[in-house]
Protein backbone atom coordinates (compact mmCIF):
# COMPACT_ATOMS: atom_id res chain seq x y z
CA UNK A 1 0.00 0.00 0.00
CA UNK A 2 0.74 3.70 -0.67
CA UNK A 3 0.67 4.68 3.58
CA UNK A 4 3.44 1.53 3.77
CA UNK A 5 5.78 2.32 1.42
CA UNK A 6 5.60 5.86 2.50
CA UNK A 7 5.05 5.46 6.19
CA UNK A 8 4.18 8.34 7.83
CA UNK A 9 6.78 7.82 10.79
CA UNK A 10 5.60 9.41 14.76
CA UNK A 11 8.57 9.27 16.22
CA UNK A 12 7.84 8.54 19.77
CA UNK A 13 10.40 8.72 22.14
CA UNK A 14 10.90 4.65 23.38
CA UNK A 15 10.28 3.61 26.78
CA UNK A 16 12.82 5.59 29.35
CA UNK A 17 15.47 3.22 30.10
CA UNK A 18 16.16 2.90 33.70
CA UNK A 19 18.85 5.89 34.25
CA UNK A 20 21.94 5.21 35.42
CA UNK A 21 23.06 5.45 38.98
CA UNK A 22 24.71 8.59 38.11
CA UNK A 23 21.52 10.24 36.92
CA UNK A 24 22.70 10.60 33.55
CA UNK A 25 19.93 11.37 30.39
CA UNK A 26 21.56 10.45 27.44
CA UNK A 27 19.25 12.24 24.61
CA UNK A 28 20.49 8.94 22.10
CA UNK A 29 18.91 7.09 24.05
CA UNK A 30 14.84 8.36 23.74
CA UNK A 31 15.43 6.88 20.14
CA UNK A 32 16.19 4.16 17.99
CA UNK A 33 19.19 4.15 15.54
CA UNK A 34 16.58 4.02 12.69
CA UNK A 35 14.54 7.50 14.55
CA UNK A 36 17.71 9.00 14.86
CA UNK A 37 19.22 8.41 11.40
CA UNK A 38 15.38 9.91 10.49
CA UNK A 39 16.42 13.05 12.55
CA UNK A 40 19.93 13.40 11.37
CA UNK A 41 18.55 13.31 7.37
CA UNK A 42 15.88 16.60 8.90
CA UNK A 43 18.56 18.36 10.29
CA UNK A 44 20.73 17.76 7.26
CA UNK A 45 17.75 18.91 5.26
CA UNK A 46 17.12 22.10 7.33
CA UNK A 47 20.97 23.09 8.15
CA UNK A 48 20.95 24.73 4.27
CA UNK A 49 24.33 26.60 5.12
CA UNK A 50 25.86 23.01 6.21
CA UNK A 51 27.30 24.79 9.20
CA UNK A 52 26.11 22.20 11.76
CA UNK A 53 23.82 24.81 13.62
CA UNK A 54 20.36 25.64 12.23
CA UNK A 55 19.98 29.46 12.32
CA UNK A 56 17.70 31.89 11.50
CA UNK A 57 18.04 31.99 7.46
CA UNK A 58 17.94 28.17 7.64
CA UNK A 59 14.58 27.91 8.98
CA UNK A 60 13.73 30.52 6.10
CA UNK A 61 15.03 28.53 3.71
CA UNK A 62 13.26 25.30 5.39
CA UNK A 63 10.01 27.57 5.20
CA UNK A 64 10.52 28.64 1.44
CA UNK A 65 11.80 25.18 0.41
CA UNK A 66 7.61 23.96 1.59
CA UNK A 67 6.47 26.49 0.08
CA UNK A 68 5.53 29.31 2.84
CA UNK A 69 8.04 32.25 1.97
CA UNK A 70 6.66 35.19 4.20
CA UNK A 71 7.81 34.14 7.27
CA UNK A 72 8.00 37.09 9.91
CA UNK A 73 11.25 37.23 11.48
CA UNK A 74 9.63 37.08 14.89
CA UNK A 75 8.21 33.84 14.43
CA UNK A 76 11.61 32.50 13.40
CA UNK A 77 13.16 34.12 16.75
CA UNK A 78 10.56 32.50 18.73
CA UNK A 79 11.17 28.96 17.01
CA UNK A 80 15.00 29.80 18.20
CA UNK A 81 14.33 30.81 21.61
CA UNK A 82 13.05 27.69 22.14
CA UNK A 83 16.14 26.18 22.02
CA UNK A 84 18.22 26.18 25.36
CA UNK A 85 21.69 26.86 22.75
CA UNK A 86 22.34 26.67 19.29
CA UNK A 87 20.66 24.52 17.48
CA UNK A 88 23.50 21.52 16.65
CA UNK A 89 22.34 18.31 16.09
CA UNK A 90 22.35 16.94 20.11
CA UNK A 91 20.07 20.49 20.86
CA UNK A 92 17.65 19.45 17.89
CA UNK A 93 17.43 15.81 18.98
CA UNK A 94 16.88 16.97 22.32
CA UNK A 95 13.83 19.30 21.58
CA UNK A 96 11.79 17.16 19.70
CA UNK A 97 12.29 14.11 22.17
CA UNK A 98 10.91 17.04 24.24
CA UNK A 99 7.92 18.01 22.27
CA UNK A 100 7.29 13.86 21.66
CA UNK A 101 7.48 12.66 25.13
CA UNK A 102 3.55 11.96 25.15
CA UNK A 103 2.64 13.66 22.15
CA UNK A 104 -0.42 11.61 20.39
CA UNK A 105 0.16 10.32 16.68
CA UNK A 106 -2.98 11.44 15.14
CA UNK A 107 -1.94 15.39 16.81
CA UNK A 108 1.52 14.68 15.36
CA UNK A 109 0.27 13.98 11.75
CA UNK A 110 -2.30 16.81 11.83
CA UNK A 111 0.81 19.22 13.14
CA UNK A 112 2.60 18.03 10.11
CA UNK A 113 -0.54 18.46 7.43
CA UNK A 114 -0.75 22.34 9.21
CA UNK A 115 2.16 23.54 7.68
CA UNK A 116 0.31 23.75 4.49
CA UNK A 117 -2.62 25.10 5.76
CA UNK A 118 -1.38 28.11 7.46
CA UNK A 119 -5.10 29.54 7.33
CA UNK A 120 -6.33 26.83 9.33
CA UNK A 121 -9.22 25.82 7.27
CA UNK A 122 -8.87 21.88 7.88
CA UNK A 123 -8.19 21.37 3.86
CA UNK A 124 -5.66 21.45 1.63
CA UNK A 125 -6.01 21.51 -2.78
CA UNK A 126 -5.46 18.32 -3.52
CA UNK A 127 -3.36 19.16 -6.67
CA UNK A 128 -1.22 21.20 -4.26
CA UNK A 129 -0.48 17.96 -1.70
CA UNK A 130 0.05 15.93 -4.83
CA UNK A 131 2.84 18.18 -5.71
CA UNK A 132 4.52 18.00 -2.52
CA UNK A 133 3.95 14.21 -2.55
CA UNK A 134 5.85 14.01 -5.66
CA UNK A 135 8.48 16.69 -5.03
CA UNK A 136 9.34 16.52 -1.50
CA UNK A 137 11.36 14.15 0.75
CA UNK A 138 10.23 10.48 -0.28
CA UNK A 139 8.63 10.98 -3.46
CA UNK A 140 5.41 9.66 -4.94
CA UNK A 141 5.48 8.22 -8.01
CA UNK A 142 1.83 8.53 -10.35
CA UNK A 143 0.31 5.69 -9.82
CA UNK A 144 1.05 6.06 -5.94
CA UNK A 145 -0.86 9.20 -6.02
CA UNK A 146 -3.72 7.67 -7.97
CA UNK A 147 -3.55 4.84 -5.18
CA UNK A 148 -3.32 7.68 -2.32
CA UNK A 149 -6.46 9.95 -3.55
CA UNK A 150 -8.27 6.77 -4.86
CA UNK A 151 -8.09 6.02 -1.12
CA UNK A 152 -8.73 9.61 0.22
CA UNK A 153 -10.43 11.12 -2.76
CA UNK A 154 -10.90 15.33 -2.59
CA UNK A 155 -13.98 16.68 -2.34
CA UNK A 156 -15.81 18.40 -5.44
CA UNK A 157 -13.67 21.80 -5.26
CA UNK A 158 -10.49 19.85 -5.01
CA UNK A 159 -9.90 19.76 -1.63
CA UNK A 160 -8.45 17.01 0.72
CA UNK A 161 -9.97 16.86 4.37
CA UNK A 162 -6.49 15.80 6.25
CA UNK A 163 -8.02 15.88 9.49
CA UNK A 164 -10.10 12.60 7.98
CA UNK A 165 -7.30 11.35 6.71
CA UNK A 166 -4.82 11.54 10.19
CA UNK A 167 -7.64 9.89 11.65
CA UNK A 168 -7.74 7.25 9.39
CA UNK A 169 -3.81 6.80 9.39
CA UNK A 170 -3.90 6.41 13.08
CA UNK A 171 -6.94 4.89 13.75
CA UNK A 172 -7.39 2.63 10.64
CA UNK A 173 -11.09 3.85 9.97
CA UNK A 174 -13.09 6.86 8.95
CA UNK A 175 -14.42 9.13 11.51
CA UNK A 176 -18.32 8.55 11.86
Known sequence: SVLARHRITVMAP???KKRTEKGSSNVFSMFDQTQIQEFKEAFTIMDQNRDGFINKEDLRGTFAALGRVNVK??????MLKEAAAPINFTIFLTMFGEKLKGADPEETILNAFKIFDPEGK???KADYFK???QTQAD???EEECEQMFGAFPPDVLGNLDYK?????????EEKD
Open 139 to 141: RFN
Open 122 to 124: GHI
Open 131 to 133: QML
Open 14 to 16: KKA
Open 73 to 78: NEELDA
Open 164 to 172: SLCHVITHG
